[in-house]
């Protein structure tokens, strides 16, 4: 009985192709748009968690000011020093290494190219806490550091700018008054929210302040990066942290703090929140579609009803039971929408497919959401389907074959 029912409604459906496809248009439109706002959406996530993750590992950092804004919010508060460095490395246990960072925006010249680029003087630990691999040559170590040696490690930006398709390593640019051989390049990171890591120039601390910049006062360090120890609990370490630098900078109990400590992991999680949300959102927009698509499947069924009422009739009269007739019209109903459940998800693979590369995001096909947008399709060919389905079955077959 059910294969017959399912015969019918495919001849039903063929008779009428350009109804049909209009009717199952809104389902369509409905499950594509869930599966492609989902998709996207998780893929769009996972980016953001992989360029926080790219920052570093457990990774803190501290800036003088009062907040991440604008310039006058660190306007005449001092910077660390390397004396801060040392207390909270030897008095803070869950920190797992520490850096200083001093940074400077000079020019970098190689034969005839120049580009204007940020410096950052550092220690050795700066490459791990930051997890930064490298492309070619090596970083600098301990001796570089301690000597102050005239080297650096380059970005991939740096490399394209200045010497194209010529390796670096070995070779020596200009900066300010001193020549630094470049020993190392980096491996590519990409952009972040904090702009293009990749155009960056790394040089030991010491050569920084002896070469580049002069060291004019013992408070030169613009900020630090910290790696907190695995599974540590970061509110816990940053409130350790704020309360030794509250009293090495003498901070009385009224006065605010005059550093502020960026957390990557609290970032990431709020910003994925954010995104989880607004896909939330979007597919439940986008999920009108589907509410609209049954609409539409059940005024054409409505229509199909009047249209076949004489039909009807003569199946009431030469035995049919008004539960044939109900399954009747509930299988093309469901037909409709499950064809419309599977064109949709066909045409939202190859649009998340096409979107992917597009938005430069990763695209995982989640056989889950696909399932249940399918699934939700069938259930709004049943609800919709039903009413016209029932008044079909409720038909006196006396009336109905008088119908013209």
Request: aromatic share 6%.
């Amino acid at each position: 009985m059910l294969w017959n029912a399912f015969a019918i409604a495919l001849r039903e459906i063929r008779r009428n192709l350009t109804r049909a496809f209009l009717t199952v248009l809104g389902v369509i439109i409905g499950v594509a748009a869930v599966i492609t706002m989902v998709t996207l959406g998780k893929g769009t996530t996972q980016a953001v968690k992989n360029q926080i993750s790219s920052l570093g590992s457990n990774l803190l950092v501290m800036r003088p000011g009062r907040g991440f804004g604008a310039r006058s919010a660190s306007a005449g508060i001092p910077q660390f020093s390397e004396a801060d460095v040392r207390a909270l490395s030897a008095q803070i246990p869950g920190i797992a290494s520490i850096a200083p960072v001093s940074s400077a925006s000079l020019g970098a010249v190689f034969r005839q190219k120049a580009r204007s680029s940020q410096v950052t003087g550092t220690t050795t630990d700066y490459f791990s806490i930051n997890k930064w691999s490298l492309a070619d040559g090596r970083f600098f170590n301990q001796e570089d550091y301690r000597s102050g040696h005239a080297v650096c490690v380059i970005g991939r930006t740096i490399v394209q700018n200045l010497f194209e398709s010529e390796n670096p390593v070995g070779h020596k640019i200009r900066m300010g008054h001193a020549s630094l051989e470049v020993i190392g390049v980096l491996a590519t990171k990409g952009q972040s929210g904090m702009g293009d890591q990749d155009d960056t120039i790394i040089v030991p601390l010491t050569t920084l302040q002896r070469r580049l910049t002069g060291r004019t006062s013992s408070r030169s360090i613009s900020s630090i990066s910290i790696s907190a120890v695995e599974g540590s609990n970061s509110a816990a370490l940053i409130a350790e942290i704020a309360s030794l630098m509250r009293q090495r900078r003498n901070l009385q109990s009224n006065e605010d703090d005059d550093f502020n400590i960026f957390d990557t992991r609290q970032i990431a999680e709020t910003l994925s929140s954010s995104t989880r949300m607004m896909t939330t959102l979007l597919a439940a927009v986008a999920g009108v579609s589907l509410f609209v698509g049954g609409i539409g499947i059940m005024n054409i069924m409505l229509v199909s009803v009047t249209e076949r009422t004489r039909e009807i009739g003569i199946r009431l009269a030469i035995g049919a039971r008004a539960r044939d007739v109900l399954l009747q019209f509930l299988v093309e109903a469901i037909t409709l929408s499950s064809a419309g459940g599977v064109a949709g998800v066909l045409i939202a693979f190859a649009l998340c497919s096409g979107l992917a590369s597009l938005i430069k995001v990763e695209f995982v096909f989640d056989p889950v959401i696909n399932s249940i947008a399918f699934l939700f399709s069938l259930a709004v060919g049943i609800i919709f389907g039903f009413t016209p389905a029932r008044r079909a079955a409720k038909l006196d077959p006396i009336n109905a074959l008088r119908h013209e």
